[in-house]
């Protein structure tokens, strides 16, 4: 397939990488305005994890309108010690789909600056997250390539806020091109207006008595279960189900596991295992109250959370702790609890006025859609003058 043929004049967008879900989804709803290109290059042994087989797609892969993928299958060492050929390798692929068309580059981990000089287009630095532990071994070195990374970047989109303020103040003299775009909800999880009772409960949950407050998510160590023990102990009138990979026993987590251990003979808290994506919506719309309980990590420090949104579009009452800075911005729509005992608090609360601002979260979700994001992000780059009205 011919890429340069794809829609003449349009400006085109390549992402580097786009394996990250968010990712995908932000960059995706920008075809509106932009051909996008999505690069998917993984190491050969989660490449076949993931796809079952070793192969490189040589030209893009239309998959919607305005949209295509590219899958890679690379050898190892690709990112760091072969770099040289990988990026010339991938500046040949980002220049067959550019053609004679304006490039934006997109790039979403630091170490991928480089080809921003190569490629001569406007570029994009992408953060998801801190960094620092992605790499074992360039825990000092990675803080010095992202400054290179935002330094030589014409903008960076920042997922969280905190993350946003951190560059701003690490690499002051860019604060000016920093910009927080939070994760967007997606619409086929979303309520068409507020819920006045949840829905019915899936078949595999009937057997579960109500009210029910229920999570769907990870289950490691970024879920904190030592606090969600002393709350269920408070709550023993309430069922509480967990959705997501059983947690499983961790040699560098012995305190983690211990708080596993300690909800699962709680007999008010049932896991239910993995929920599939496409069902998220269905599971979440059926609880009466959801439930975000986060450990104090890094990783959680820096996040913003896509279950944020998720639980926004539901319209439903969403108890928090207060750890995680995202949830934080938000505490005048969720209940955000100081400690256990207020959460089990809250979570009554919500039960008993499940109508509490339900319509103002709504309008937020329907707010921040990954299209509605794309558009923020759409206006900015016009700003910059870097898309026309035309392209849109």
């Known amino acids: 397939m011919k890429t340069t043929n794809a829609?003449?004049?349009?400006?085109?967008?390549?992402?580097?990488?786009?394996?990250?879900?968010?990712?995908?989804?932000?960059?995706?709803?920008?075809?509106?305005?932009?051909?996008?290109?999505?690069?998917?290059?993984?190491?050969?042994?989660?490449?076949?994890?993931?796809?079952?087989?070793y192969y490189i797609e040589l030209q893009p892969q239309l998959v919607s309108e305005g949209i295509w993928n590219q899958r890679i299958c690379c050898p190892p060492g690709w990112l760091f010690h072969y770099w040289p050929l990988t990026r010339r390798f991938f500046t040949h692929l980002i220049r067959q789909f550019q053609g004679t068309n304006p490039l934006i580059f997109a790039f979403s981990y630091p170490y991928y600056y480089s080809l921003v000089r190569e490629l001569k287009a406007h570029s994009i630095?992408?953060?998801?997250?801190?960094?620092?532990?992605?790499?074992?071994?360039?825990?000092?070195?990675?803080?010095?390539?992202?400054?290179?990374?935002?330094i030589h970047a014409d903008l960076t989109l920042c997922v969280a806020h905190h993350r946003t303020n951190y560059l701003r103040q690490e690499c002051s003299s860019q604060a000016h091109k920093i910009v927080h775009i939070p994760h967007g909800c997606s619409p086929e999880f979303m309520v068409e207006r507020p819920l006045t009772q949840s829905k019915s409960l899936p078949a595999q949950l009937q057997t579960y008595s109500r009210p029910i407050a229920g999570y769907v998510g990870a289950l490691n160590y970024r879920f904190d279960f030592h606090y969600l023990a002393r709350v269920a102990e408070q709550i023993p009138d309430i069922t509480i189900i967990l959705g997501g990979s059983i947690p499983q026993p961790s040699e560098d987590s012995p305190e983690w596991w211990q708080g596993v251990e300690q909800v699962r003979r709680l007999p008010n808290v049932h896991f239910i295992g993995r929920v599939p994506h496409n069902r998220l919506g269905e599971y979440l719309q059926s609880f009466d109250v959801l439930l975000m309980l986060y450990s104090s990590c890094n990783f959680n420090l820096n996040a913003c959370p896509t279950k944020l949104w998720d639980y926004m579009g539901t319209s439903l009452p969403i108890v928090a702790n207060n750890v995680v800075p995202e949830v934080n911005l938000w505490h005048h729509l969720i209940l955000v609890s100081e400690n256990p005992e207020e959460f089990a608090k809250n979570i009554r609360f919500g039960l008993a006025n499940s109508n509490w601002r339900s319509q103002e979260?709504?309008?937020?979700?329907?707010?921040?859609?990954?299209?509605?994001?794309?558009?923020?992000?759409?206006?900015?780059?016009?700003?910059?003058?870097?898309?026309?009205?035309?392209?849109s």
């Open 361 to 391: 979260r709504l309008e937020v979700a329907q707010a921040h859609t990954w299209k509605m994001q794309a558009h923020k992000l759409y206006h900015l780059l016009e700003e910059k003058g870097w898309i026309s009205q035309q392209s």
């Open 7 to 53: 829609t003449s004049g349009r400006c085109k967008l390549v992402v580097l990488d786009a394996n990250f879900y968010w990712t995908e989804q932000l960059f995706s709803a920008c075809h509106d305005f932009a051909d996008i290109l999505l690069l998917y290059p993984l190491d050969f042994r989660a490449f076949r994890k993931q796809y079952g087989r």
């Open 125 to 150: 630095y992408y953060n998801i997250d801190d960094y620092r532990q992605y790499w074992p071994g360039r825990e000092s070195q990675t803080p010095a390539v992202e400054q290179q990374a935002v």
